[in-house]
């Protein structure tokens, strides 16, 4: 009888799991657990990047994600575009995934209203690119040529919002927010030829531990690491969003996933033991 | 009735998102035919999708305009080149579609060279750490002195767990090639982690998606 | 003595577009007719040709040395065509699954097999989208605006969104079922993990969040730990296989690009 227990604690079925971490999801939804953030270190390097960007700079945020990692990706991307738009700096969105194109520029024109920022003057998207290699090489010598056109086709080169822009030296910084490892070819491409700029990077929490090499050689300034790095930048901007809500539900449902680890394994080393 | 009616009038897109978003996670209770339903109708839109974007961000800006409002009628054999792609589908001129494949493996190709060089030699001179760090006023930094070697050391026998070209016989290099094994495992550990979190986060913005956007139950 | 052909390939005024429009394409069919009547051991070495070619334009952009006074090379002011030519001949990928899709799903429907009322959904949503798609963009109709907005937002982005939530619930099972520490580094690996995931929610770190900041003991509050973790132990290993991957990714380009790469892919008979 005890012996079929310590099995039963290895076999529960996969509905009761399934049911258990619907319900630490759900739960927080209706009962907010409010608990304060630490802010970690990449989160406020990259938050302290685009606060040194001087006022009128111009900043190139790239969306290079689908509705697949939109969880994690949008909240980034508000976050970046709502600090970018705060500082009053000039804005320039594209994207390398066709449904990102989309994302992003809704995402943009939302924005845009609330800070009162006009196209062509304050902001501009440059649509979909494919093949980023190629476009990467050519922008760090040529920006309007490169993207001479916006996401309607309408020219780019007379947009007040593209003055001065000749080539990546006059680009403050850019921002990747992607579930891909693009970034080793931003790097490769555009950050390797001009040190002085700015990369961020926003990736997915998949990602994370391999962008810490970047981080200590100083390559990437800066991540906001999955959901919790856009809960964190949210709270340095004080606008809390999506990912601040969502903190509660991930935090119950890491807490499930350990638990059963932990209960699994007991059931292991009791079944183990009596079988020896 | 009437006010739920009206509700789906004024955002549809939401209500039908909704019921997508359930048929499709029928699926954690078992495989059924609302799911397969659902599933082709995605497949479907998606490659819908895909030909809209074609046309609209990729044939009309980098094709039409330039050929028929600037005169670069070059770009006409750029897109006969990248129709030869479709011969994929061929099975006689299969081999076609391998000129504009090697075309953009070889674009590809030519641009690693910078890319290892402006990626990996930064990554190569970082890893080169003072054992002797002093803080801005002079103390010597213990701490990230220790980390420095710790962090060089971790390097070292990670990277001498690969080498294959060789039998491992000396007992240095079997020691040196376990300890990376296991500070990999660190590595393995802190990636499962944040997957764990990655998945979380998508599948809570389902959850919001349907109690706050759709049934409005959760602000 | 380039000078003749710079001026034939010049832009053109727009009356007589359609005639070198015209003219590129009948062009282009005869060299399609001259490749396919090319001798079978004549096809590999042209697409070796045309391989090095491609990565000759970039590989040389790079190596050239570059005239201090204008900061570039022969080859720099061309960079933005060769970005428009990948973008334009890798955004025609986009649609090469769509006539297998066709082809099979059409088949379905006509002859009516088992699960053809799928196909025609599949279908009905693929015309849907793109009928909806070009109206949104080139037609000023609100309504067909809306119904776009409907599939795209509303079910394309949903579905998409769900299909990777589903991740979730499999992932919760294979760890409960799977992870069972049976070596040292199993061990290891779950130790790390469990700090890693402990760190990263606000839930875990209030565990250690009464110990005082900057403090003698603030090494033991788990962002410190994860910190440390992360950026020694876990940057230092992931960079020596970054390097491994990183010569062997420039290995598999140079093979790539001399055509010296073998496998079922490139050593099948054309």
Redesign the interface.
Known sequence: MQGSVWQKL???D??I??AL??VV??VP??LP?R????T??STQRLYDAIESIPPNGFIIISSTW???????NMPQTIAILRHAMQRRLRVAVFSFD??G???SL?IAKRLAQEYGYEYGKDWVHW?????A???M??????IP??FD?DYD?KPTKDMPVMQGIRDIKDVHAIVEIAASGIY??W???V???NPDLKFGFCP???????T????????IVGTM????GAAEYESLLRKPG?AS??????????????L??V???IG??ASRGRRS | MEQLWQDFLSRPGIYIGGICTLALMSL??RENAVYRFFEHIFIGLAAG??IV?LVK??L??FLY?PVFEKGEWYWTFVFMFGLLFYFIHSRKYNWLSRLPIGF?MG??AG?TF??????YL??L??SFRPLYVTTPDGAVDIARGVNNLIFMIVLVTVMSYFFFSFEQKSRAIRNSAQFGRWVMMV?FG??FG?????R?????????YI??DWLR??R | MLEPLVRFFAPKPLSVIPYYVAGAVVFSILVVILLINLPARARKPLIAIVTFLAGLF?ATEFFWPIDEATN?NFL?DY??S??K???L???MT?TLGILSLLRVHGRNVVRLRSGWYNSLALLTAMVAMVIFGFMDKYSDNATAKRVFNVL??GM??????T???LI??Y???A???A???RSIEATIL?TAA?LV??A???????LT?WIPRDGVWDFLRL?VIK?WL??VL???A??AI?FGLGIGSLAISLRIWLSLERGAYFEKEI
């Open positions: 290895q076999s529960i996969r509905r799991l399934y971490l619907l999801i759900i939804l209706f657990i608990l304060p953030t630490v970690m270190p689908s509705g697949g990692t939109r969880a994690e066709v449904q194109t989309q994302l809704d649509g979909f690119r494919p093949q290699e190629v476009v090489k050519s922008m760090v010598r040529d040529g490169t056109k086709g080793a070819s790097i490769g491409l950050v390797g030829v997915t929490s998949v990602m994370v531990p391999e810490y090499p970047y981080l200590a050689s100083g390559q690491e999955g959901m919790r999506l809500v969502g903190m509660g539900s991930i935090s119950l449902a890491h807490v499930l996933i350990m059963l680890i209960i699994g394994n292991y080393f | 954690i209770y999708f895909s974007a961000n990729i009309d800006p305009r953009l674009f590809s641009q910078q890319i290892f060089a402006n990626t930064p990554q001179s970082d590595a802190a990636i944040t997957t764990i979190m990655a979380m986060a998508l599948l809570f913005d389902r959850m919001y109690f706050g139950l959760v | 970039y570039k720099t960079l933005v060769a970005s030519l990948g973008s001949l890798a955004g986009l795209f937002e394309l982005i949903n579905m998409d969104a299909m990777f939530s979730a619930f992932i919760v099972s760890s409960y079922r992870f069972r520490i779950m469990f995931m402990l990263q929610v606000p839930v875990g770190l209030a969040s962002e910190e992360l950026t876990n940057a230092a992931l960079r970054a």
